[in-house]
């Protein structure tokens, strides 16, 4: 069914809306539907109406008793059916589905938690056991550090006590003040020659004018490498 609707638009202070003629208010589908003549949502108040409080008319005071009884009689009936429903639903709820449900729900959960407690009894003993075995380890390693330090300052000590008596030996060597002048002498009068040869065979002939035929056959200084060989 076409249906032909003509629409003008006119201006209403803050808004507009859509004006329809009489003749074409009423459409006939499965019904009839009558056009309501009042604003639409979308317009604003009034600016005359914007700021109007309404009076409230006092209630005169055998309705307001009327109607205090009333709301107590309908709270104390309201809460009387709440608690009845409550009492019926415990008092029914022990043999129903949800209620099986929940108690099957609860083993489930008293189960997984019970599974819970021994995997965290059992991964508390590996974790224990694990901390004894580091500290033991640390420990060893402590120990076999400290008998390192000590022998080190062992051998540090000796090394140290080697020095001091090498070198109170080397200072027994050195020449005193008061002697300075005889060791002077002493050098003059034997003049030590730093000179030396060596041989094909590794014989040492030490001194310039050392002549091999010279020097015993017992007597000769055989290089290390040569005694080696």
Known sequence: MNIGVRSNL???GCGARLWYPVHEAMVTL???????WIKPRWVPVA??????????KPLPLEEEVEL????????MAMRAI???LCEERLRVSDTSELAIKAEEEQAEHDQLMEHNSQENLRVAALREARIKK???ADLARVTASKEKLAKDAEKAEEEALRII?????FVKTFIKREDFEKAIETALANPVDYNFAIDQQGNIFR???TRPEDVAEEDKEKLLFAVQS
Request: proline letters at 2%; charged letters at 35%; glycine letters at 4%.
């Open 10 to 12: 006119v201006a209403l």
């Open 30 to 36: 499965t019904g009839s539907q009558t056009v309501r």
């Open 47 to 56: 600016k005359s109406k914007m700021f109007r409080i309404p009076e409230r």
């Open 68 to 75: 205090r009884c009333l709301y107590n009689n309908y709270y």
């Open 82 to 84: 709440r608690r009845h």
């Open 134 to 136: 580091e500290f033991e």
């Open 165 to 169: 008596n090498e070198t109170q030996e």
């Open 207 to 209: 001194g310039r004018s």
